[in-house]
Antibody
């Protein structure tokens, strides 16, 4: 069974840092693009970042560029999101998703999500 | 970047057909994808590449495309189909943003 399990969500003060992890299992992790998508509770889905299967191509949404860093460890089947200089507007559930297709253009499956709360 | 526009809500009675639309300028050149999200759950892919349906998704879910608009059709709507539905697109280069529509709340009356 393909499974994605996020961890690392927490409550942090503005300006703080947090690292999210996503443990993948049930598929060849090193063969897939991976993404992070976030969702403010009660609001819509917002794409955050993507990373190519070998880590050689990375793209960020403008809203997180320069503050967030996506990375992966294919030996550990794990995806990461390092979040620095956190703002109140970064408060959301963060989903780890597997990208499907030649460029990982669609998402299947999704993890269960991990909640990040940025508040003083 | 670009936007994908969805109507905020659609309501249908059980057994009727629900049509949820998503509009955006790149859609004639880019595929669209659809996700279903029920309260408290992660989204689930229901349609990919405009019209393809994953094996585990019921046949009552279908997708179509015409010009700048893609449509998710749910035939014979069931109470369990009540959910938020999101369209999404990307330009198949791996070098640009992924975009989601704002979501449509499907209410089964």
């Amino acid at each position: 069974e393909v499974q994605l399990v996020e961890s690392g969500g927490d409550s942090v003060q503005p300006g703080g840092s947090l690292r999210l992890s996503c443990a993948a299992s049930g598929f060849t992790f090193s063969g897939y693009w991976m993404h992070w998508v976030r969702q403010v509770p009660g609001k819509g889905l917002v794409w955050v970042s993507r990373i190519k299967f070998d880590g050689t191509s990375i793209v960020y949404a403008d809203s997180v560029k320069g503050r967030f860093t996506i990375s992966r460890d294919n030996a550990k089947n794990t995806l990461y999101l390092q979040m620095n200089s956190l703002r109140a507007e970064d408060t959301a559930v963060y989903y780890c998703v597997r990208g499907v297709g030649n460029f990982g253009d669609w998402f299947d499956p999704w993890g269960q999500g991990t909640l990040v709360t940025v508040s003083s | 970047s670009y936007e994908l526009t969805q109507s905020p809500s659609v309501s249908v009675s059980p057994g009727q057909t629900a049509r949820i639309t998503c509009s955006g300028d790149p859609l004639p050149k880019q595929y669209a994808y659809w996700y279903q999200q029920k309260p408290g759950q992660a989204p689930v892919l229901v349609i990919y590449k405009d019209t393809e349906r994953p094996l585990e998704i019921p046949e009552r879910f279908s997708g179509s495309s015409s010009g700048t608009t893609v449509t998710l059709t749910i035939s014979g709507v069931q109470a369990e189909d009540e959910a938020d539905y999101y369209c999404q697109s990307a330009d198949s280069t791996g070098t640009s943003d992924v975009v989601f529509g704002g979501g449509t709340k499907l209410t089964v009356l």
